[in-house]
């Protein structure tokens, strides 16, 4: 369907707009790499001209990485590193907020998937049947718009709080954009309706 597809590559650029906005005019936060790096300038160079609590200086977490790694610098999965601009919100995220926000209005987000398989945790490069709870669109696309953010999360370059405030970002523009075409039909439609990500129900 090109009109959905026209939405989803809308959706996209809307929401990062967003995000940016937050992040350049709004927020300005510092990423997890760049607060490793001021706790090891802190630690290693016994520099303290800027407030550090003393709950995270004395942290077990950064005791252990210092052991294992020789720095309290933040470990990276990245090898190029976080990128530079500020932190909060997570465009990334937004994108995989927006995207599955506006599949579940066009799609049967209760339909459950028919014959699902997983990786065999054997031999992970075979696929198995899954034998699970039911797996169904929405929820899917709930998993995929969560995994945009907390992969991200888990690799280091992004707080927890970036990626929920860009879930709720990602949801509203979809919301937006979805009441804005919702204006143009000219055919008797009752409206989107989908699950939000905190469960509730919406018809647009």
Not at 25 to 36: D, I, K, S, T
Not at 54 to 60: I, N, Y
Not at 95 to 109: P, R, S
Not at 160 to 165: C, F, I, K, V
Request: no cysteine; aromatic share 12%.
């Amino acid at each position: 369907m090109a009109y959905v597809q026209a939405l989803l590559a809308t959706g996209i650029s809307n929401s990062v707009r967003a995000a940016y906005w937050q992040k350049y005019f709004v927020h300005r936060a510092v990423r997890p790499e760049a607060y490793g790096a001021l706790a090891h300038h802190r630690l290693a160079n016994g520099v303290s001209d800027y407030p550090l609590h003393e709950s995270f200086l004395k942290s077990e977490a950064l005791d252990r990485s210092k052991a294992k790694y020789g720095t309290y610098l933040l470990s990276q999965t990245y090898p190029e590193a976080a990128p530079l601009h500020s932190t909060y919100p997570g465009g990334a995220t937004s994108v995989g907020a927006v995207t599955a926000t506006i599949l579940k209005a066009f799609f049967d987000e209760s339909r459950v998937i028919a014959n699902p398989v997983q990786p065999d945790p054997a031999d992970p490069t075979r696929l198995v049947p899954y034998s699970g709870p039911p797996l169904t669109v929405g929820g899917e696309l709930n998993k995929l718009a969560v995994n945009f953010g907390f992969g991200r999360n888990w690799a280091g370059i992004h707080w927890r709080s970036d990626a929920s405030a860009s879930m709720a970002i990602g949801e509203e523009v979809a919301i937006g954009m979805l009441r804005d075409e919702r204006t143009t039909l000219r055919e008797p439609f009752d409206g989107f309706s989908f699950t939000r990500f905190d469960g509730s129900r919406v018809t647009i």
